[in-house]
């Protein structure tokens, strides 16, 4: 599949197996459950066994990868990135926005990691895809994650009341989208 070179110390590659004890590691962090919608917690490692199952069979199925974990040079994971997406023809209307999310790990944090990795991912998607609008939704606490989409070039769309129920709570969300250049 599909390696995004981000600069001489960070690539983006396929989520593999060796991946597990990483993912377990940095998944159980407090403030990534909390930035995240969808990550359970305590994060185990069945919970990387079965994502990443469920990331090969939807590579099987549609011939497209939708996530990446974020690399060092050491291959060490430090991170994710990807699509929401249902299947691969979503790659190919330019009419529609995609949706994507991004984590990293908190020893990470505050080094410019993650604006260099959504910058090189969404240059890959604007590439090699039909997709004109990529867009992400922050939980409306999550300030750090909003400045790295602002950094990115990602313009904020604004407020959306009650976008994310998480643990029975109605969460707002800001909206972010990044359009293709012509």
Not at 6 to 14: E, F, G, K, S, T
Not at 135 to 146: D, G, P, R
Request: proline residues 3%; negative net charge.
């Amino acid at each position: 599949m599909t390696k995004i070179i981000v600069n001489n110390q960070i690539c983006l590659d396929l989520p593999s197996m060796a991946d597990l004890d990483d993912y377990v590691l940095y998944l159980n962090e407090p403030e990534i459950y909390d930035n995240t919608l969808q990550l359970p917690s305590p994060y185990l490692r069945q919970h990387a066994i079965d994502w990443m199952e469920k990331e090969l069979e939807f590579i099987q199925k549609n011939g497209v990868q939708k996530h990446w974990s974020i690399r060092t040079t050491m291959h060490k994971t430090i991170g994710g990135i990807g699509m929401h997406i249902e299947n691969a023809e979503a790659l190919q209307q330019s009419d529609a926005c995609i949706e994507i999310g991004y984590w990293l790990a908190k020893p990470f944090w505050n080094k410019g990691i993650m604006t260099s990795a959504l910058k090189a991912f969404c240059d890959y998607l604007f590439e090699h895809t039909q997709v004109t609008c990529i867009c992400a939704h922050t939980f409306e606490f999550n300030k750090a994650s909003q400045r790295v989409a602002e950094k990115a070039g990602f313009i904020n769309k604004g407020k959306i009341k009650d976008f994310f129920e998480k643990e029975n709570t109605l969460m707002d969300a800001i909206k972010f989208e990044l359009h293709k250049q012509s």
